[in-house]
């Protein structure tokens, strides 16, 4: 709080930083178009789906 009354902005970000932000994560969530990931166990390589076998 002491930081923010003085004027130090070293532990702040910028508006621009925060809206170009909330961009990125909005493009990523109008990609997956309402799609819900598919589940997986823990520690593992992740569902069958994404794994490349070559």
Do not use: C, T
Not at 36 to 45: A, I, R
């Amino acid at each position: 709080m002491l930081d923010a009354i003085e004027g130090n902005q070293m532990n702040f970000i910028r508006k621009d930083s925060v809206e170009y932000s909330w961009e990125i994560i909005d493009s990523l969530k109008d990609s997956i178009d309402g799609q819900v990931p598919e589940q997986y166990p823990v520690h593992s390589w992740g569902p069958e789906s994404s794994r490349i076998y070559g």
